[in-house]
């Protein structure tokens, strides 16, 4: 589990995140939403140390990740898997040697074990055989697959998801939202994405953190986010034309 | 301002130096970095030391017009000048444009595209994995190069001036054998040292704090080119008024 607890972050005095709490719970994937500029993906970076909050904790199972020195976040963060927006795939490198990558930093298995490893990766994302490809050979969708499959090639006890679906046609998207839901119940991951895609709300949204203007404004489920008359969450959620028809049918 | 990037430049070599995660994998970079800064730099660095040093041997000819002055002094002068300050000085402002660049927008692009974040992620020292390798890179192949660019510079003014009829062989080989300090050779290593140094970690610093996109990349780079040559330049009074 994950908790943040009174998260402020500015950034030259410009206030991004006011004092933002919520518990993520391991085996349910947790979405936080948000419009553009609300602080959803401040929020993820601060959770993972890209930022240090102006003031705030972030407890990993009660670890409180904030004060902790360099050596002692460099252990936590082996146990955190990433999927970035643009995937973040090393271009240099071959599909296999991206999984492979952290397996070779921090593991002394074998050359056999850690291909083993990518192969069971690759193949749990759908895209076996794969391995030789480079990074600009690959669609958008099959980069997000091979970066889920680079987050996961450790067994991370936590998986951050910014923006998974950003790029890519709907069809892809839901692939994408299945394949994070199925990992996280089959592994058991404190799994938390940051998204402002209605499907991926609506699909995979176990838990849903809605923030605005760097504020909570409301927190449940997918199942409960069409019932609130919370204004800005609605006009967030019911902003298209086609959600707003779907609204009656919830 | 300048102050601050000064601190975050050697805040920045501090965690360059961290203990490596994985001694093997660091090998393996910069195996693979040396090969790219020295066996990737030599074509030009050849190319370049041979023509300096046949350009300087027509012009200290033209300029030595007294008969007083022997024409040995040619191959002298040609000598010190081309171990002293040409071979180190321009060699180390073109591979700062070269390797400078490239480190600069290599990092640079990893930074814009959250590399550097997803390294950072994953419990690596990004620093450490991407500068450490191009900075030990930079201090031993630049003094190879050095080296090599010597001995051209010195070739390339035996050709010049045996082409030109500027200077006669014997009379320049009697030049560049006479009165010969090795010390020269020393402060010269010790330029390319300190210049191997500023190639590679100044453009690796502005690469690495890039924020924004292909624009500030570019400019990054062009920042990096800019600043290793200044500082190339203020190194190279420094360690000359220091060694000799």
Same mark, same amino acid.
């Given at each position: 589990?994950?908790?943040?607890?009174?998260?402020?972050?500015?950034?030259?005095?410009?206030?991004?995140?006011?004092?933002?709490?919520?518990?993520?719970?391991?085996?349910?994937?947790?979405?936080?939403?948000?419009?553009?500029?609300?602080?959803?993906?401040?929020?993820?970076?601060?959770?993972?140390?890209?930022?240090?909050?102006?003031?705030?904790?972030?407890?990993?199972?009660?670890?409180?990740?904030?004060?902790?020195?360099?050596?002692?976040?460099?252990?936590?963060?082996?146990?955190?898997?990433?999927?970035?927006?643009?995937?973040?795939?090393?271009?240099?490198?071959?599909?296999?040697?991206?999984?492979?990558?952290?397996?070779?930093?921090?593991?002394?298995?074998?050359?056999?074990?850690?291909?083993?490893?990518?192969?069971?990766?690759?193949?749990?994302?759908?895209?076996?055989?794969?391995? #030789?490809?480079?990074?600009?050979?690959?669609?958008?969708?099959?980069?997000?697959?091979?970066?889920?499959?680079?987050?996961?090639?450790?067994?991370?006890?936590?998986?951050?998801?910014?923006?998974?679906?950003?790029?890519? #046609?709907?069809?892809?998207?839901?692939?994408?939202?299945?394949?994070?839901?199925?990992?996280?119940?089959?592994?058991?991951?404190?799994?938390?994405?940051?998204?402002? #895609?209605?499907?991926?709300?609506?699909?995979?949204?176990?838990?849903?953190?809605?923030?605005?203007?760097? +504020?909570?404004?409301?927190?449940?489920?997918?199942?409960?986010?069409?019932?609130?008359?919370?204004?800005?969450?609605? #006009?967030?959620?019911?902003?298209?034309?086609?959600?707003?028809?779907?609204?009656? +049918?919830? | 301002?300048?102050?601050?990037?000064?601190?975050?430049?050697?805040?920045?070599?501090?965690?360059?130096?961290?203990?490596?995660?994985?001694?093997?994998?660091?090998?393996?970079?910069?195996?693979?970095?040396?090969?790219?800064?020295?066996?990737?730099?030599?074509?030009?660095?050849?190319?370049?030391?041979?023509?300096?040093?046949?350009?300087?041997?027509?012009?200290?000819?033209?300029?030595?017009?007294?008969?007083?002055?022997?024409?040995?002094?040619?191959?002298?002068?040609?000598?010190?000048?081309?171990?002293?300050?040409?071979?180190?000085?321009?060699?180390?402002?073109?591979?700062?444009?070269?390797?400078?660049?490239?480190?600069?927008?290599?990092?640079?692009?990893?930074?814009?595209?959250?590399?550097?974040?997803?390294?950072?992620?994953?419990?690596?020292?990004?620093?450490?994995?991407?500068?450490?390798?191009?900075?030990?890179?930079?201090?031993?192949?630049?003094?190879?190069?050095?080296?090599?660019?010597?001995?051209?510079?010195?070739?390339?003014?035996?050709?010049?001036?045996?082409?030109?009829?500027?200077?006669?062989?014997?009379?320049?080989?009697?030049?560049?054998?006479?009165?010969?300090?090795?010390?020269?050779?020393?402060?010269?290593?010790?330029?390319?040292?300190?210049?191997?140094?500023?190639?590679?970690?100044?453009?690796?610093?502005?690469?690495?704090?890039?924020?924004?996109?292909?624009?500030?990349?570019?400019?990054?780079?062009?920042?990096?080119?800019?600043?290793?040559?200044?500082?190339?330049?203020?190194?190279?009074?420094?360690?000359?008024?220091?060694?000799?």
């Amino acid at each position: 589990m994950i908790e943040v607890k009174d998260i402020y972050k500015s950034f030259s005095g410009n206030e991004v995140l006011k004092g933002i709490s919520g518990k993520f719970e391991e085996g349910v994937t947790n979405l936080i939403i948000g419009g553009s500029g609300s602080g959803k993906t401040t929020l993820l970076k601060c959770m993972v140390g890209l930022h240090q909050p102006d003031s705030g904790s972030v407890l990993y199972d009660g670890r409180d990740f904030t004060p902790m020195t360099y050596e002692q976040r460099i252990e936590v963060r082996k146990e955190i898997g990433m999927l970035f927006q643009g995937s973040a795939l090393f271009d240099s490198m071959t599909v296999q040697d991206n999984i492979m990558f952290p397996l070779n930093m921090f593991t002394d298995q074998t050359r056999k074990e850690k291909i083993e490893r990518v192969n069971f990766c690759l193949e749990r994302v759908n895209l076996a055989g794969k391995n #030789d490809l480079f990074p600009a050979e690959l669609s958008g969708g099959m980069k997000k697959r091979v970066g889920i499959a680079r987050a996961i090639s450790m067994n991370p006890k936590y998986l951050f998801c910014d923006e998974p679906n950003s790029g890519l #046609d709907p069809k892809t998207s839901i692939v994408i939202d299945e394949l994070i839901q199925e990992l996280t119940e089959e592994f058991k991951t404190t799994t938390i994405v940051v998204t402002h #895609d209605m499907n991926s709300v609506m699909g995979i949204g176990d838990y849903i953190l809605f923030l605005h203007e760097g +504020k909570k404004f409301w927190e449940g489920s997918n199942k409960e986010i069409a019932h609130t008359d919370i204004k800005e969450l609605n #006009d967030f959620v019911f902003a298209s034309r086609f959600m707003k028809a779907a609204k009656d +049918k919830f | 301002m300048n102050f601050t990037n000064f601190g975050r430049y050697i805040l920045l070599l501090k965690s360059v130096f961290r203990k490596p995660e994985k001694l093997k994998i660091y090998l393996k970079e910069i195996a693979k970095q040396m090969d790219y800064v020295g066996v990737g730099s030599l074509g030009l660095i050849a190319i370049i030391s041979t023509f300096i040093g046949a350009v300087m041997t027509l012009q200290i000819a033209f300029q030595l017009v007294s008969d007083f002055i022997p024409k040995t002094i040619i191959g002298s002068v040609n000598r010190d000048s081309s171990i002293l300050e040409l071979s180190p000085t321009i060699s180390a402002i073109v591979l700062a444009g070269k390797i400078g660049s490239a480190i600069s927008s290599e990092i640079g692009s990893m930074r814009v595209t959250e590399q550097i974040d997803a390294l950072e992620i994953m419990g690596i020292n990004a620093p450490g994995y991407l500068i450490l390798p191009k900075i030990i890179s930079g201090i031993t192949m630049v003094p190879m190069l050095v080296i090599i660019s010597m001995f051209l510079s010195i070739t390339g003014g035996y050709l010049g001036g045996s082409l030109s009829g500027a200077v006669t062989p014997a009379e320049y080989m009697q030049g560049i054998t006479t009165d010969f300090n090795p010390y020269t050779i020393t402060v010269a290593l010790v330029k390319a040292f300190v210049f191997g140094f500023i190639i590679t970690s100044v453009p690796a610093y502005e690469g690495f704090y890039v924020r924004g996109g292909a624009l500030e990349v570019s400019q990054a780079s062009t920042r990096a080119v800019v600043i290793s040559c200044i500082s190339i330049l203020v190194c190279d009074y420094l360690v000359t008024q220091l060694l000799l």
